[in-house]
């Protein structure tokens, strides 16, 4: 008898635990690429921010600046000459692992950026690489090419945001992603608040596709500006359409601009998901 | 054109204290950008001041706030001198489905005319002085759309139902 109650109770459990499991596990499915593509802009981005930060505030690299090291977490920083003679290249040093930076987040490993001229003037090209880079639990690889587009007809600096053959690798995560984008410097580029980059504000469109870590194809939209506020880490406003293949079509929603967090809303018709960027 | 009431609720009803939201609930923000975005959404005159001024008016969407004063100013939204005024300027807009996003004097005054109503269901008991009508759910079919448990950022769960009049 005790054999197969034992038996019968343990068929009971296991069914009762993988039926809660299985939801669990879809749930995870159905946000997983969102998840990916939220987590691909974010990195890419942050690497951006740490450049134009340390390009603001090097007075070869533009001509406002203060030769700043803009944070404690840096091990090294340093331009290839003493003279504005371009090319130029930056090392952005982060050391070894966990240094914790001012903004609480994990980066190790060496960002280098080569400058074809200054980063404020129209037609410069910046080629951003990085070796054996991290940020947090993800190594970045692959090749960012921003290139300065000059003023809009509402006087907004743009510039060209392209990612070739990105790669973010990390336990579980094996995310291959492209895009091409606009990046437009929509506040704090005012003379006197330049070398301050934490005012600056900027609305990214574009699109980005690439392949999540199941190996699922997918492509990103953006319909409505992504708002990168550099008070914040995180986008706090913006839409896309995401499409994965087979899949219904689905819409991801970073908020009203209010909000800094890493959470974001992903809708399929009348089904809403929370999606959290994981750092 | 749909006309839809959008609103966070908590158990006793309660949607507002002292012209702020009683709690903070970053999902349900973003659930309520998702939904309105695109759309006209009409406000209470109180409603719109109690948004801080940096982030007025709502992006992504037209806005219109109601108010009797006739001195009422701010840019960048339509001011209408009645509720009726608002959902006419929206549908002459051609809007597929109109919000009306409080505060408790605006939704007590479109509750009967509404065809659908989005609620997030707070799982809180605040203090308060607003309140989100009573209405009866026997009229409406509904459906859960959202639901939130408590995290790090969340300090109370939720659900998110969309009720819709039956016909
Ligand atoms: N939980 C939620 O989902 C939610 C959503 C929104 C707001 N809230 C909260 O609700 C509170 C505000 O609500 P409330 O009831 O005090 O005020 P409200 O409904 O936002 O605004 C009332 C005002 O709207 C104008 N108004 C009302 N009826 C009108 C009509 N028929 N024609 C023209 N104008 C009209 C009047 O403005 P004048 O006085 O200028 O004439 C009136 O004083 C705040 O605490 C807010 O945080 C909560």
């Avoid at chain 1, 007809?153 to 995310?175: A, K, L, P, Q, R």
């Avoid at chain 1, 800094?260 to 999606?275: F, G, P």
């Avoid at chain 2, 004097?105 to 008991?125: E, F, N, S």
């Amino acid at each position: 008898m005790r054999p197969l109650l034992f038996f019968l109770l343990s068929l009971f459990i296991s069914t009762t635990f993988s039926s809660c499991g299985e939801t669990e596990r879809d749930q995870d499915l159905e946000t997983l690429t969102a998840r990916e593509v939220a987590l691909s802009y974010h990195v890419f981005d942050d690497a951006l921010r740490e450049v134009h930060r340390f390009a603001m505030r090097d007075s070869l690299l533009n001509d406002t600046g203060i030769v700043q090291r803009f944070n404690s977490c840096i091990e090294d920083a340093y331009v290839s000459d003493t003279v504005a003679v371009f090319p130029l290249y930056l090392t952005i040093n982060y050391g070894g692992d966990t240094n914790i930076c001012d903004d609480g987040f994990n980066r190790f490993g060496v960002i280098r950026a080569a400058f074809s001229g200054k980063y404020l003037n129209k037609s410069t090209v910046v080629t951003v690489t990085f070796d054996e880079y991290y940020k947090d639990q993800f190594r970045i690889d692959g090749t960012v090419i921003l290139t300065n587009l000059g003023l809009n007809s509402d006087g907004y600096m743009m510039f060209d945001w392209e990612v070739i053959d990105g790669h973010i690798t990390g336990i579980n995560t094996n995310i291959t992603w492209e895009g091409e984008h606009e990046k437009t410097w929509v506040a704090g580029r005012s003379f006197e608040s330049q070398s301050n980059v934490d005012d600056d504000i900027f609305h990214i469109e574009g699109i980005s596709k690439g392949r999540n870590s199941r190996g699922n194809t997918f492509e990103n939209e953006i319909t409505n500006p992504y708002v990168a506020d550099y008070s914040c880490q995180w986008f706090t406003a913006g839409t896309s359409s995401l499409d994965i293949p087979n899949l219904e079509a689905r819409r991801l929603n970073f908020g009203l601009t209010t909000e800094c967090d890493n959470l974001l809303i992903e809708r399929r018709n009348n089904t809403y998901l929370e999606v959290e960027i994981p750092y | 054109m749909i006309i839809s009431l959008i609103a966070a609720v908590a158990a006793n009803n309660v949607i507002g204290v002292k012209g702020d939201l009683p709690w903070h609930l970053p999902v349900d923000l973003k659930f309520f950008s998702e939904t309105t975005k695109g759309h006209f959404v009409i406000m209470g005159r109180k409603n719109f001041d109690s948004i801080p001024e940096k982030y007025r008016p709502l992006p992504g969407r037209p806005n219109i706030v109601v108010t009797r004063n006739k001195d009422f100013n701010a840019t960048n939204v339509t001011v209408c001198a009645s509720i009726e005024a608002g959902i006419e300027h929206a549908k002459n807009h051609h809007e597929s489905e109109v919000f009306i996003i409080g505060g408790g004097d605006i939704y007590r005054q479109t509750i009967g005319i509404a065809d659908k109503i989005y609620i997030t269901h707070i799982d809180a008991h605040p203090e308060g002085d607003t309140y989100f009508p009573e209405f009866n759910k026997d009229e409406w079919t509904s459906e859960l759309i959202l639901e939130k448990g408590v995290d790090d950022v969340h300090n109370h769960a939720f659900t998110t139902f969309v009720y819709t009049r039956k016909s």
